[in-house]
């Protein structure tokens, strides 16, 4: 069976998923200080992303390779390649593509839950989840897991943090979603963007996003 994240991503991306650290993964090397001082179940949570990552590059036509942690927490993938590792209870996740098919790319995954409480103020500006439907995924975990993936995109053109109250999204319930930055724009192809677009997914207990990035 493919993996979950197939079904939101342009087809030059490529994905790996797990359910759960039972798989032995050890670290590569440059990769272990991201987690020196974690305790052990952020270890295998974080190895277990990392092997994820290695399989998705393998299935991209890649040899595996380190994936350390960079500015603002960002994977840093080998030359030429671009992507993102997500986790959460019961989901490790990678997706990747090569640079000269998209500028960047964000994924996150989310249990289908309620945010907890005083998040949501946080998360959304007033009325941005406005005029969904009652029932579905509950919307407010969507929103938080829609901007996270957003983040993951956009860190890696901008350089630069974007707060939850600096994007404005757009759900929509056919499993699109636009993203509209608040403040200046990110390079991409010669311009600047400040307009994404994105796909999300919701499973039993599980909702995933993402945002692909064109180069031009």
């Given amino acids: 069976m493919p993996p979950l994240l197939t079904a939101i991503l342009p087809p030059s991306a490529v994905a790996a998923e ?13 990769e272990a200080a991201a987690v020196a001082d974690a305790v052990d179940s952020r270890r295998r949570e974080f190895a277990t992303g990392r092997l ?43 997706a ?14 989310e249990p289908d839950e309620p945010l ?19 029932g579905g995924p509950h919307w407010d975990r969507l929103l938080f897991c829609a ?4 983040y993951k995109a956009w860190y890696p053109l901008a350089r630069r943090w974007l ?12 499993g699109t ?14 311009g600047v963007r400040t307009e994404f677009a994105g796909t999300w997914l919701a499973t039993p207990g ?6 692909a990035v064109p180069t031009g």
């Fill in 147 to 150: 901007k996270e993936a957003l």
């Fill in 206 to 211: 599980l909702l995933l996003a993402a945002v």
């Fill in 116 to 134: 907890p409480a005083g998040v949501l103020d946080l998360v959304a500006g007033e009325g941005e989840l406005a005029g969904l439907p009652d």
């Fill in 52 to 94: 994820c990552a290695r399989e998705a590059l393998r299935a991209l036509g890649l040899p595996a390779a380190a994936v350390p942690r960079g500015d603002g927490g960002a994977p840093v993938w080998p030359p030429g390649v671009v992507g993102s590792v997500t986790h959460c209870a019961g989901y490790r996740g990678a």
């Fill in 163 to 174: 707060g939850f109250e600096e994007a404005w999204v757009t759900l929509a319930p056919d």
């Fill in 18 to 30: 797990r359910r759960d650290d039972a798989d032995p993964a050890p670290l590569f090397p440059g």
């Fill in 96 to 109: 990747v593509a090569r640079a000269g098919d998209l500028a960047a790319l964000g994924i996150d995954a």
């Fill in 177 to 190: 979603f636009t993203a509209r930055v608040l403040v200046e724009g990110a390079p991409v192809g010669g």
